[in-house]
């Protein structure tokens, strides 16, 4: 990993997250009216949240799970319900305090929740038996993603789910329309790459030996397009 495009990167999306869009941020993860095109983002966002959650194991209780890039804290208060013990990283303290607010005092599934500002990579955050990253690598250069898959692979025991911005013809249109983000609003740039270059490249990156593609499914919902993949250890 290149350090300096790895934290130059890191810190736009910190500004980003943490000031121009917070309180848009903030909208778009709650129930609130918002507008018909963050409404088809907000649909792909629960749908992709579903399907993350789905590929992890039906029980999670006393299972260690990384929500890496949280944001607002969803996901991570679903693995809590379904029994894991979660901590929730955001480079945003801003969007931190917003997923504490929205954490519930207490899970009926027996998990827990606790949510940190911080480098989602830091090896403070100890070891997982799973670790999700729902659109929070998609800012990356792919030279820098494979590096940070494998640190978390580092100290993961059993999968790795996470989400990338699949490279098609239709979607690169979008991108060069600048159509993926309302205007004003825009985030650091995405970073696409097809399924076919990341697996060879996740197969090929040495510290991901001893990890596998276990499977790889798109979620499309109007301006919404993320593609999950899950790794395991074989
Ligand atoms: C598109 S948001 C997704 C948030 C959340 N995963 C969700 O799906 O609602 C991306 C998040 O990743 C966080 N992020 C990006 N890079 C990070 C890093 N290196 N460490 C911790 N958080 C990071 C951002 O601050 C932002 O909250």
Redesign the pocket.
Known sequence: MSTNT?DD??GR??T???RTAVEA?KQL?STDPVSSIRETVRRG?EM??ELLLDWLPVVLDGQRVL?????????ACEAAIHGAEVVG????AN?IAIARERAPARTDGGGSVKFLV?????QEHGAFDHV?????????ETADLLP?LAKLAERTRSSIVFTFAPRTPALMLMHTAGLMFPRGDR?PAIVPVSVAKLTHLIETEPGLSGWAVKRTQRVSSGFYKSQAMQLVRT
Request: proline share 0%; net charge negative.
């Open positions: 790895y990167r890191r999306i910190e980003y997250f943490d941020w993860t966002r992709m949240r929500d890496a890039g949280c944001g607002t804290g969803a996901l990283v955001d480079i945003s969007l911080g480098d989602m990579l830091g999700v990253a729902m659109d929070s690598l998609i800012h990356y940070a985030a």
